[in-house]
């Protein structure tokens, strides 16, 4: 909620660093709580960012996309976008973040992929339009199932990365963090991201000297053709996701760094002890 109070500083609809909503203190509904803005990108059967009671306590924010991919030229289908402008992230780094439960999916066959994706820096509310960066996990059906991929969408490119070495399989009820940092170097942007199940940790990075410039962050969530791949006719699909506890933050300082891993070192040691 104070998040939420302090996303109305400066400039209408949008945000700072520093910005942290848990969904709880919004209603239920299909109205997401100020200053997200959600957008359907592509059409659908259902398509829709909604608040919902989490499976324990306060509200979370799922994400429900239903539909027919069919185009094998474009590999679009349906997608939805919830973005919030965080004004002060280009040119200054971001640690953006969320918990992420996979509910229940279903993939029509092997030429469908369904995935998620935290996006960064983006030029437009709409991922599916402009640019921005992607961190995805997972493409159902797709050779990157289970992976952790970072994408350029909409610009040059130069900062996909290859896919995580590791795989954590999708099964419904899974729940993750996932983490999506990017930090500077001169201009130069140096993007990381990582999925931590608790059990699995999976981590991939990408670096692009000639970094993306927008203000939106936030969720996309979609089912697709996947690319290449003969299709005889529409496949249904459909993917239902719940997230909560979404944050983009500053970098912290190196002696921040050094701090958090300081803890997790003696986290680590707790647990070697257990
Ligand atoms: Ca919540």
């Known amino acids: 909620m104070m998040a939420g109070l302090l996303g109305v500083g400066s400039q209408a609809g949008a945000a700072v660093l520093g910005f942290s909503e848990n969904f709880d203190s919004a209603a239920q509904g299909t109205t997401l709580p100020s200053p997200f803005v959600e957008v359907v990108g592509a059409a659908g059967t259902g398509a829709d960012y909604s608040i919902v009671a989490g499976p324990t306590s306060g509200n979370v924010l799922q994400g429900l996309v239903s539909g027919s991919a069919t185009s094998t030229s474009t590999g679009q289908g349906a997608n939805i976008s919830a973005a919030v402008p965080i004004t002060d992230a280009p040119g200054n780094g971001f640690v953006v973040s969320t918990n992420f439960r996979l509910d229940s999916f279903s993939a029509g066959g092997s030429a469908s ?60 009820g899974l729940e993750v963090t996932l983490t999506f940092t990017g930090t500077y170097s001169g201009v130069t942007l140096t993007l990381s991201g990582t999925l931590n199940s608790g059990a699995t940790t999976l981590t991939v990075g990408a670096v692009d000297a000639t970094p993306l410039t927008g203000t939106n962050f936030g969720y996309r969530t979609a089912l697709n053709a996947q690319l290449g791949t003969a299709q005889t006719g529409p496949i249904p699909s459909t993917l239902d996701v719940r997230y909560d506890n979404f944050s983009v933050s500053a970098v912290p300082e190196p002696a921040s760094i050094a701090g958090l891993a300081i803890g997790a070192m003696a986290m680590l040691g707790r647990r070697r002890r257990a």
């Open 113 to 172: 992929t369904l995935n998620f994706a935290l996006a960064a820096l983006g030029t437009s509310t709409n991922f599916s339009t402009g640019s921005n960066y992607r961190l995805f996990y997972t493409q159902f059906g797709g050779g990157n199932t289970g992976k952790l991929t970072i994408g350029e969408i909409g610009a040059t490119g130069t900062a996909v990365s290859g896919a995580s070495t590791g795989t954590l399989t999708p099964v419904a």
